[in-house]
């Protein structure tokens, strides 16, 4: 069944100051879609959330909504509401007057405002907090009034621009099944900005990486975690092992001097290519027993498992581990054809994967144990 799209920005262009905050974006947004926008700072999330609200009006560029055009329709009339940072609320009225606050300025009957209170109120785990004054609530427990206040007016589409980013660790993950439950329950379209990878692996339907006012990669969590599409989503998200390799035809790269399988096709032949391996996926194994084979020179223990940095051939990698290697140790590694992933080279080429900052020993191994004679040799 295919799903009605909601909102289509095409070809977004803003500048501030004659600098360029969004460049010729474009984004589909299906109606009951939970969407994460997911960048660093500056990358010009915040900016197309704002773009959508109708508090920013883009230099070009067409915005639709249920596919009509809106660039010049106000904010208070769009079907849309914003969650902020901050969450605003009034610290004078008490919990339902502020749940109540937009449905009174649209002179909504009394009857209507108790039911639509109490209704959102039990949706956000808050019924009997009516009377309670905002200032002698939680952190958390202002966000879910602010929640409320916003889903009162029943919008199509909610914006949440990091709203969870002033509660501590434990509330932020309560919170992140709570939004999660809300939007499954209310069958509408949220549409989050964070730079939180984990926040938007774990809530998300869709996630669009951004980074420079370019949309990088658009996909489910688990597309963009799998399968990035350059050494920039590789790199933000989650932490990889990001190596130049080439390609000599479909499902076999060579790195470091070995070819290897891999699942990866469509590249041209004896192309440079990026290759991407997850600390996760990396198998130890004596060192005669390695397809290659390095120098453990940091462990940090994190809990779970230990990451620990290995140094082949001048070129340090992350490996999760359960199992302690001490420093100076050498090991082997085997890597499988599903562990291998193969990226496009890009403007992001050569400037993530290396971990030398995780080792304070940054001139111990000119020349690294790693056996090479084999070059030709395909790694199965």
């Not at 915040?46 to 329709?73: E, K, M, N, Y």
């Not at 009957?109 to 939680?138: C, Y």
């Not at 909610?158 to 439950?181: F, G, H, S, T, Y």
């Not at 980074?211 to 050494?231: K, L, V």
Request: net charge negative.
């Amino acid at each position: 069944m295919q799903t009605k799209e909601i909102i289509k920005l095409k070809d977004i262009t803003v500048s501030f100051d004659g600098e360029p905050v969004l460049s010729g974006l474009d984004l589909n947004i299906s109606d009951g879609e939970f969407v994460t926008l997911l960048g660093p700072s500056g990358c010009g999330k915040t900016t197309t959330l704002r773009i959508i609200g109708g508090f920013v009006t883009p230099d070009s560029g067409s915005v639709f909504f249920d596919g009509q055009d809106i660039a010049d329709l106000p904010p208070y009339k769009r079907q849309v509401n914003t969650i902020f940072q901050r969450y605003a609320l009034f610290p004078h009225l008490n919990v339902e007057d502020n749940v109540a606050f937009g449905m009174r300025v649209q002179k909504k009957k009394p009857a209507e405002i108790k039911e639509t209170v109490d209704r959102m109120l039990k949706l956000v785990n808050l019924a009997g907090f009516n009377k309670r004054k905002v200032e002698t609530l939680s952190g958390g427990q202002q966000q879910r009034v602010a929640i409320a206040r916003a889903l009162a007016n029943n919008p199509r589409v909610l914006l949440l621009d990091e709203p969870l980013a002033a509660l501590d660790l434990k509330l932020r993950k309560d919170m992140q099944v709570e939004l999660k439950n809300i939007q499954k329950s209310l069958g509408i379209t949220f549409i989050y900005v964070t730079h939180d990878q984990e926040e938007a692996l774990s809530m998300s339907d869709t996630v669009v990486v951004m980074d420079a006012g370019r949309i990088q990669q658009i996909g489910t969590p688990q597309d963009i975690y799998n399968e990035p599409e350059n050494a920039f989503v590789a790199d933000f998200i989650g932490e990889s092992n990001i190596l130049d390799g080439i390609m000599h035809e479909d499902y076999l790269v060579e790195f470091f001097g070995r070819k290897f399988k891999c699942l990866d096709a469509g590249f041209g032949p004896k192309e440079p290519v990026d290759v991407v391996i997850r600390p996760e996926d990396i198998d130890i194994v004596p060192a005669d027993k390695g397809h290659l084979t390095g120098k453990v020179t940091a462990v940090t223990f994190k809990g779970v498992h230990f990451e620990t940095i290995v140094d082949f051939k001048g070129f340090k990698w992350m490996i999760q581990t359960t199992d302690y290697y001490p420093v100076d140790s050498v090991i082997g590694i085997v890597l499988n054809p599903e562990d291998i992933h193969i990226m496009k080279k890009s403007e992001y080429s050569g400037m993530f994967g290396d971990y030398s900052s995780y080792s304070e020993e940054f001139d111990e191994m000119a020349n690294p144990e790693i056996d090479l004679t084999e070059e030709a040799e395909v790694q199965e």
